[in-house]
């Protein structure tokens, strides 16, 4: 249902965990789309945690915080539907309040980031107010999970973004962090 034919960043995941042997990854999808996909790939596993945050109710209409996983994988889906509007400090107090936390007790050998850039305020496709500095933010809070319990492993995948200099403004942003760290 989503822009894409191939999941990456599931295909990440599985990677790691058959050629290198991970055992537990954290996916962290910032797209202002839902990752159905991505989260339907591992909604019963309990070997990745999904961490989405997206506006809500938008397009594929999925990312419910009621879907938290089944089976085995029950409470390792972990959505946060976000209001249209929110923007920078609306994001990062979610990260730090919900994320933080379902990581430090996941303890992630590897962390992938579903890195859309589309839930900038700048984006035409919808309705959110994420500037690049917000991205920024984003990123330094994933990389410091990735630092605390990965030795910084991790993988960032471009997923949307439909504003071509917001875009390019917040992957620079991004890429700035990810070199930072």
């Not at 997206?54 to 089944?70: L, M, N, S, V």
């Not at 920024?136 to 410091?144: D, N, Q, Y």
Request: charge should be negative; aromatic fraction near 10%.
């Amino acid at each position: 249902m989503g822009f894409c034919f191939f999941n990456n960043v599931a295909i990440a995941a599985r990677y790691g965990q058959r050629r290198h042997g991970l055992q537990r990854v954290l996916i962290v999808d910032w797209d202002v789309h839902h990752g159905n996909g991505t989260q339907q790939a591992f909604y019963d596993d309990p070997s990745v945690l999904f961490f989405s945050t997206h506006q809500f109710p938008h397009y594929p209409g999925t990312g419910r915080a009621t879907e938290c996983g089944e089976g085995a994988g029950a409470g390792l889906t972990v959505n946060v539907p976000m209001s249209p509007g929110q923007g920078d400090e609306d994001y990062r107090e979610v990260f730090e309040r919900v994320l933080v936390p379902a990581a430090d007790r996941f303890k992630p050998d590897f962390v992938v980031i579903s890195a859309g850039f589309d839930a900038h305020r700048d984006d035409p496709l919808a309705g959110m107010a994420l500037t690049e500095e917000g991205y920024a933010s984003l990123s330094r809070i994933v990389l410091a999970i990735a630092n605390r319990h990965c030795r910084g492993r991790v993988l960032s995948c471009l997923e949307g973004g439909y504003h071509l200099q917001a875009l390019a403004a917040s992957v620079e942003r991004h890429l700035l962090a990810m070199v930072e760290a």
